[in-house]
């Protein structure tokens, strides 16, 4: 998530950093799709993580990338980064506006690969307008309430 909406530092990988006392590389770039993370794995894996944060699907639902291509892209980022050693936590967003389409892939490979999963994570944030800085991407305070959803997962995953 390269952070989008928020101003410099208050992205939710930064305000997670701050949480948990440890540096995070958010090497989110804007606009990116799973196929785009999956063509860039290699630069992640090069900085030889500890844990990754996957975070994939919403721009796939904004320009109608097919769920098979999705997920199938998804599971093969979570596999890569697993095989060179990285702990997983799967962020999931939600894929449709009235149901939720996505929510049984996101579990599907956070079971299959022993992933932490964090369902949702624009859940309770998307539809409020004090946290959003425009109709897609949170503001500083939406940043906050995302890093606070995932700050368990990681601490977990550091245990």
């Known amino acids: 998530t390269q952070g989008v909406g928020a101003t410099v530092g208050n992205d939710y990988p930064s305000l997670l ?13 804007s606009g990116n ?24 699907g919403g721009n796939d639902f904004l320009r109608r990338v097919p769920m098979s291509e999705t997920f ?3 599971d093969d980022i979570v596999v890569k980064l697993q095989n060179a050693g990285a702990i997983i936590v799967l962020l999931g967003v939600k894929g ?6 996505y929510k049984k892939y996101f579990e599907s490979i956070a079971e299959a690969r022993g992933a932490l999963y ?10 409020e307008r004090e946290l959003m800085a ?10 906050q309430k ?3 959803k995932v ?4 601490q977990k995953a550091l245990q």
Not at 118 to 127: A, G, S, T
Not at 151 to 154: A, K, L, R, S, V
């Open 118 to 127: 964090v369902p949702d994570v624009l859940e309770d944030i998307f539809r």
């Open 33 to 56: 799709t799973s196929k785009d993370g999956l063509t860039r794995v290699e630069e992640v894996i090069a900085q030889k993580p500890k844990i990754v944060l996957v975070l994939f």
């Open 146 to 148: 995302i890093a606070e």
């Open 96 to 101: 449709g506006i009235l149901t939720d389409e």
């Open 17 to 29: 950093s701050e949480l948990i006392g440890k540096p995070i590389i958010n090497m989110g770039v």
């Open 134 to 143: 425009d109709g897609i991407h949170p503001n500083n305070a939406g940043y």
């Open 151 to 154: 700050f368990p997962i990681i």
């Open 72 to 74: 199938r892209n998804i």
